[in-house]
């Protein structure tokens, strides 16, 4: 039945089951406190069970309980105001298209944020970003679908902010083809106007570092790849973020004297061609440089490695002959008869050069002992403080340079 009859119950029939542990009573009575025996005003350690009814003893079950169900469906048919109901029902649960188009835009996020991993502290920048470009895209274009737009929004909001993000795997959650992808980069100007103003040199940077790490190449391989990132900057900066990463750690991993890696492994790691870093390399630096005999990036590996030594962009670690260091050699004359005037009193010393390229020089350096001893007498002796230096009229010093075809012939002690 619809409704409830209370029983009405005496204290005594309530109360009848209870029985006071002192005196076996059971005169039990019912006060604001607990229950007390009325024999020996002992009160029984029994708490008092309290039910509240949801509804009052009378009530109909098709009368409102709440604030969004009414009953039954079938009660509310049978109501005489089921039709104002209904639709009232249907006005309240109507919402914007704004609305709509927001709830879906935070369902997608959080489940690319899921798929990806990404953290989710930055799902308030992701939909504060859609907001402001969903503002702007006209009616009728397809992609003021959230499915399309979030991704595209999530991609130039790391990208802005110079965090790497790794597109392929975007693509591979996002219901989104690549096609519609690659053509909303080219007027994301228009919608995000800060974003031609990002520092590309630092996402760059990030994502050379992803390399490194993901190939576990070191910090040395990183310092390489940057720095010939900066030395060709003017020349290769006119492309994809991705393709001017190629290109640096490409050319590093060419130079590498044992190769741990191929320009095949960064180019599957970056989702893009290996002819696309061909040419690039052999526009950007042989055919910019006019450098003739390039082939491609292996068969030509050695002739890359000599144009970045000609540049000096590569590390010490890298460089062929990063161990054959300038060497000076000084001549001792050992134990050969001095032939010179003494009278002179000048000090003779012969060194041999040897540098990078294998020219071979020798130098020669006269000292004038007596010249320079005057000089430090005069200049350096106990005088008065407003005493102007004095002024050596006799030659300190002469250096004498000769080169000399073939090796050097000599024996010595080596200083560098």
């Known amino acids: 039945?619809?409704?409830?009859?209370?029983?009405?119950?005496?204290?005594?029939?309530?109360?009848?089951?209870?029985?006071?542990?002192?005196?076996?009573?059971?005169?039990?009575?019912?006060?604001?406190?607990?229950?007390?025996?009325?024999?020996?005003?002992?009160?029984?350690?029994?708490?008092?069970?309290?039910?509240?009814?949801?509804?009052?003893?009378?009530?109909?079950?098709?009368?409102?309980?709440?604030?969004?169900?009414?009953?039954?469906?079938?009660?509310?048919?049978?109501?005489?105001?089921?039709?104002?109901?209904?639709?009232?029902?249907?006005?309240?649960?109507?919402?914007?298209?704004?609305?709509?188009?927001?709830?879906?835009?935070?369902?997608?996020?959080?489940?690319?944020?899921?798929?990806?991993?990404?953290?989710?502290?930055d799902k308030s920048k992701i939909l504060k970003n859609f907001r402001q470009i969903y503002k702007k895209l006209g009616h009728g274009t397809k992609f003021r679908s959230p499915e399309k737009l979030v991704p595209i929004v999530i991609y130039f909001t790391y990208k802005y902010e110079c965090k790497p993000?790794?597109?392929?795997?975007?693509?591979?959650?996002?219901?989104?083809?690549?096609?519609?992808?690659?053509?909303?980069?080219?007027?994301?100007?228009?919608?995000?106007?800060?974003y031609k103003e990002r520092n590309r040199k630092e996402y760059i940077l990030q994502?050379?570092?992803?390399?490194?790490?993901?190939?576990?190449?070191?910090?040395?391989f990183y310092y390489q790849s940057k720095k010939i990132l900066y030395r060709l900057w003017g020349s290769i900066k006119n492309t994809k973020d991705d393709v001017v990463v190629g290109v640096a750690t490409?050319?590093?991993?060419?130079?590498?004297?044992?190769?741990?890696?191929?320009?095949?492994?960064?180019?599957?790691?970056?989702?893009?061609?290996m002819s696309t870093i061909h040419k690039q390399v052999e526009r950007k630096i042989f055919d910019r440089l006019r450098i003739?005999?390039?082939?491609?990036?292996?068969?030509?590996?050695?002739?890359?490695?000599?144009?970045?030594?000609?540049?000096?962009?590569?590390?010490?670690?890298?460089?062929?002959?990063?161990k054959r260091a300038p060497?000076?050699?000084e001549i001792e004359l050992d134990n050969a008869m001095q032939v010179f005037n003494p009278y002179d009193n000048i000090e003779y010393y012969f060194y041999a050069l040897k540098d990078l390229e294998n020219n071979t020089m020798f130098i020669s350096c006269e000292v004038n002992k007596n010249a320079v001893k005057n000089?430090?007498?005069?200049?350096?002796?106990?005088?008065?403080v407003n005493e102007e230096p004095a002024v050596i009229n006799d030659q300190l010093f002469d250096l004498g340079i000769w080169k000399v075809k073939g090796p050097p012939q000599f024996k010595g002690n080596l200083i560098i």
């Open 1 to 121: 039945m619809a409704t409830h009859n209370k029983s009405q119950l005496s204290k005594v029939e309530m109360h009848t089951s209870l029985i006071c542990d002192v005196c076996n009573s059971t005169n039990i009575i019912q006060n604001e406190f607990g229950f007390v025996c009325k024999d020996c005003g002992v009160m029984l350690p029994i708490q008092i069970l309290q039910y509240h009814r949801p509804y009052n003893e009378d009530i109909l079950q098709y009368a409102t309980l709440g604030k969004t169900k009414i009953g039954f469906k079938r009660e509310r048919l049978r109501n005489p105001q089921s039709y104002r109901l209904e639709r009232l029902n249907k006005i309240d649960s109507i919402k914007t298209n704004n609305e709509n188009v927001e709830i879906k835009a935070i369902i997608e996020i959080g489940r690319i944020f899921e798929a990806l991993s990404l953290p989710s502290t």
């Open 165 to 194: 993000v790794d597109e392929r795997a975007l693509l591979d959650v996002a219901k989104i083809s690549k096609k519609d992808f690659q053509a909303f980069k080219l007027q994301i100007n228009e919608f995000m106007p800060e």
């Open 207 to 220: 994502r050379i570092m992803e390399i490194t790490e993901h190939f576990g190449l070191g910090m040395y």
């Open 250 to 273: 490409s050319i590093s991993a060419l130079c590498l004297q044992e190769n741990p890696i191929t320009v095949s492994d960064i180019c599957n790691r970056l989702n893009i061609r």
């Open 292 to 322: 003739p005999g390039f082939k491609s990036l292996v068969r030509s590996a050695d002739l890359l490695k000599k144009v970045m030594e000609r540049l000096d962009v590569l590390l010490d670690q890298f460089k062929e002959n990063k």
């Open 327 to 329: 060497e000076i050699i």
């Open 375 to 384: 000089l430090f007498e005069k200049n350096f002796s106990k005088s008065k």
